[in-house]
């Protein structure tokens, strides 16, 4: 008997925990596993494949899509078409939504949105990167699904998860009854339990933000700054400043450590730069499962209404007691 537990078996044992299920949602958090041990290889061995740099052109993003965007994108729409539990993709990659319509997906439950390869400017200095995906359940009755399907407000994530190709790999994961990290066994090509029950500590001593956008912030958010910055024993700062470039990483990291990650509005960029259906609000699942809290600075990310697939939002996200100190600050204005 080994004495690990795989995602498989983990995903079967918990599948108790939903009677009315019939194992879709397993097979598609399998299909999902599959991809990001693909991508994980081709990561691993970047360097020694034609799969760094640009792909020569510029995605829906207005982003110099990177070739390993292309490839991850490829693999997790690949594998979640082939897999017959998903009805229909959106991906940051994707200007519109991905219908599966063949014979067994175009009645599938489920909608998945994703950010294949999440930190893209870090694929060539090998710094880690991620992959983010959301779940739905599909609204629209019979036939394809429809942009509507897509278009639903956090609180109605089924699932949500990261994958961070790092140090080493791992699968983190809320099906809304908590969180739990998987590391990657290349020896055995095998998901293994290695983080049960995940808990972002209340409250902690890391700040991640941008601080080269510092003169574009909005007065509350420069306040906050400096209040991270300023000698004061008892609250344990100066707190350290930790930003990686890759969301996934840096969210990780404050999930273990404790922590606030941060990316607000700027007057460029009024709605900040981060995707709400396939970074913001999966990961502010996550965080909320792992007894954390996500705003936009004054509202729960989970709340915020979806209009547009590829919809921004500023967001404040980690410790409970950061978070609440830094939207405090947010009252005060330019
Ligand atoms: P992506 O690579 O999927 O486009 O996402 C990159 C995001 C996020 O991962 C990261 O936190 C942020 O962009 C970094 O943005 P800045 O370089 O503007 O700080
Ligand atoms: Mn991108
Ligand atoms: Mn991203
Ligand atoms: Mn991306």
């Known amino acids: 008997?080994?004495?690990?537990?795989?995602?498989?078996?983990?995903?079967?044992?918990?599948?108790?925990?939903?009677?009315?299920?019939?194992?879709?949602?397993?097979?598609?958090?399998?299909?999902?596993?599959?991809?990001?041990?693909?991508?994980?290889?081709?990561?691993?061995?970047?360097?020694?494949?034609?799969?760094?740099?640009?792909?020569?052109?510029?995605?829906?993003?207005?982003?110099?899509?990177?070739?390993?965007?292309?490839?991850?994108?490829?693999?997790?729409?690949?594998?979640?078409?082939?897999?017959?539990?998903?009805?229909?993709?959106?991906?940051?990659?994707?200007?519109?939504?991905?219908?599966?319509?063949?014979?067994?997906?175009?009645?599938?439950?489920?909608?998945?949105?994703?950010?294949?390869?999440?930190?893209?400017?870090?694929?060539?200095?090998?710094?880690?990167?991620?992959?983010?995906?959301?779940?739905?359940?599909?609204?629209?009755?019979?036939?394809?699904?429809?942009?509507?399907?897509?278009?639903?407000?956090?609180?109605?994530?089924?699932?949500?998860?990261?994958?961070?190709?790092?140090?080493?790999?791992?699968?983190?994961?809320?099906?809304?009854?908590?969180?739990?990290?998987?590391?990657?066994?290349?020896?055995?090509?095998?998901?293994c339990l290695s983080h049960p029950e995940m808990k972002i500590p209340e409250n902690g001593t890391i700040y991640s933000i941008n601080e080269g956008y510092y003169v574009h912030f909005p007065q509350g958010v420069k306040s906050y700054i400096k209040y991270c910055q300023v000698e004061d024993e008892a609250s344990n700062r100066p707190y350290t400043s930790r930003y990686i470039g890759s969301m996934v990483a840096d969210l990780h990291r404050n999930l273990i450590k404790g922590g606030i990650f941060i990316y607000p509005c700027t007057a460029a960029a009024p709605n900040g730069k981060l995707r709400l259906v396939y970074e913001c609000n999966p990961l502010s699942f996550i965080i909320e499962q792992a007894g954390g809290r996500a705003t936009n600075g004054s509202t729960r990310i989970l709340e915020v209404e979806v209009n547009t697939l590829h919809q921004r939002s500023p967001i404040f996200i980690g410790s409970e007691q950061m978070v609440l100190k830094a939207e405090s600050f947010m009252n005060e204005v330019f």
């Open 1 to 191: 008997m080994n004495n690990f537990t795989t995602l498989g078996q983990f995903i079967i044992e918990k599948q108790a925990d939903f009677p009315y299920a019939k194992g879709e949602l397993s097979r598609l958090l399998r299909d999902i596993g599959i991809a990001a041990k693909i991508v994980n290889r081709e990561v691993n061995k970047a360097g020694l494949m034609d799969i760094l740099g640009s792909a020569g052109n510029t995605n829906i993003q207005g982003e110099s899509q990177q070739k390993l965007d292309v490839y991850a994108n490829e693999q997790f729409i690949s594998a979640l078409r082939s897999g017959g539990e998903c009805c229909m993709v959106a991906s940051e990659e994707n200007e519109t939504v991905i219908p599966i319509d063949s014979a067994v997906s175009k009645s599938a439950k489920y909608i998945v949105a994703i950010d294949p390869l999440d930190g893209s400017s870090n694929i060539d200095v090998n710094v880690p990167v991620g992959t983010i995906f959301s779940i739905y359940r599909r609204i629209s009755p019979e036939g394809p699904a429809l942009l509507s399907d897509v278009l639903q407000k956090g609180t109605e994530q089924v699932a949500a998860g990261y994958i961070i190709y790092g140090s080493s790999t791992m699968l983190v994961y809320t099906t809304g009854r908590g969180v739990n990290g998987f590391t990657l066994d290349p020896s055995i090509g095998e998901f």
